[in-house]
């Protein structure tokens, strides 16, 4: 932009000293010095950074802490909205609903609390906890396990007292090749009602399940119902059984359920998504969702989330409300929005102005008999333009720009 002004006003000097009335060198350096002065190179380059920091502003009073300023223009952008079900749709604070005891293996729901929590010790699962919590409720004295191992999609093994305890979904027996008992569709009714239902083996015989249930949060709904306003499709990310996440998606009005899914397959996920041309943004707050947070095109992480989440996501919500994903889209769209209307507004100005400081105005004034009397203050009497004028132009257009990116401080979001 500046070498073209530059041109511009060193032409129009040429042409004027040539061709223009006398005194040449006067009205040639006035329209030099006119053309330089109203140029306004700021007013392209204060465009899109003032309303970046009015946005960030903006959504830092609204709980949405926006790191990288690359996220606030790409998540307009926007097209998907993954969600990882549990401590961003959920409380992730999960209970224990239900204990189902094999007719076959002649224990008692003590015992099988037991044996489940004695093994969920080692586990830092929000599932395993819930386990850990009731049975201390309980007043149940657990035991120490020994030989605990986590097995990613399928559940644990440890022992307990000495006894081979598998805890963990249905797949976690069949792998190991276990009679279920009967259990398998006590096990899909609890699945239908948004329940995670787990198998518990003890000494390669099936006892019994535990039911945990996560609480979704309440304003889980209304987010999702916003987002689809936005003309947004939404994604729930869940390692549920495909039963428990269906049950779950109905409650929330999700469109579209990813199930089953392996930790270490949420980025992949995302990476699929992308691969159909989408723009993605992915919100979650565990460990787990860090590599899925840095392939997406915008992480968003809870604030209550894990250390490793935020540092992995470009937004962070402080307030942990699904309510702050619409807000950050919002304010994006917003945002940009006020961008193009800087940008036009910067160019606008500098198409109109440069000409009419380089004298484009001189030959019409000529035409129509010299320069009108309501008009000599700001072109004198040939139809130049006052440099005094052009640097005051030049000022209005900077603190025009300035003045529509302010605007958004005043943006419902």
Known sequence: FVPAVIIVSLAAFAFWM???????????????????????????????PTAIIVGTGKGAEKGVLIKQ???????????????????????????????????????????????????????????????????????????????????????????????????????????????????????????????????????????????????VKPEASQALAKLRRMNLEVVMLTGDNAQTASAIASELGVDRVEAEVLPQDKAAVIKRLQSEGQKVAMVG?????????????????????????????????????????????????QTIRTIKQNLFWAFFYNTMLIPVAAGALYPIFQGIGGVPGSLEFFFGEQGFLNPALAALAMSFSSVTVIANSLRLRRAKV
């Open 18 to 48: 040539l061709l223009g009335p006398p005194p040449a060198l006067t009205f040639s350096t006035l329209v030099l010095v006119s053309t330089l002065i109203i140029a306004c190179p700021c007013a392209l380059g204060l465009a899109t």
């Open 69 to 215: 300023a690359r996220a606030l223009e790409v998540a307009h952008k926007v097209d998907i909205v993954v969600l990882d079900k549990t401590g961003t749709l959920t409380t992730g604070k999960p209970v224990v609903t239900d204990l189902l005891v094999s007719a076959v293996s002649g224990s008692s729901e003590q015992e099988l609390l037991f044996l489940a929590a004695s093994a969920e010790r080692g586990s830092e699962h929000p599932l395993g906890e819930a386990i850990v919590l009731e049975a201390q409720t309980r007043g149940l004295g657990l035991e120490i396990a020994t030989d605990f191992q986590a097995i990613p999609g399928r559940g644990i093994l440890a022992r307990v007292n000495g006894r081979l305890v598998r805890f963990g979904n249905q797949a976690l027996m069949e792998d190991s090749g276990l009679a279920l008992n009967g259990l398998v569709d006590q096990a899909s009714d609890l699945a239908a009602k948004g329940k995670t239902p787990m198998f518990l083996a003890c000494d390669e015989q099936v006892m019994g399940l535990v039911a945990v249930a996560d609480t």
């Open 285 to 333: 707050d565990g460990i787990n969702d860090a590599p899925a947070l840095a392939q997406s095109d915008v992480g968003m992480a809870m604030g209550t989330g894990t250390d490793v989440a935020i540092e992995s996501a470009d937004i962070t919500l402080m307030r942990s409300d699904v309510n702050g994903v619409a807000t950050a889209l919002d304010l994006s769209r």
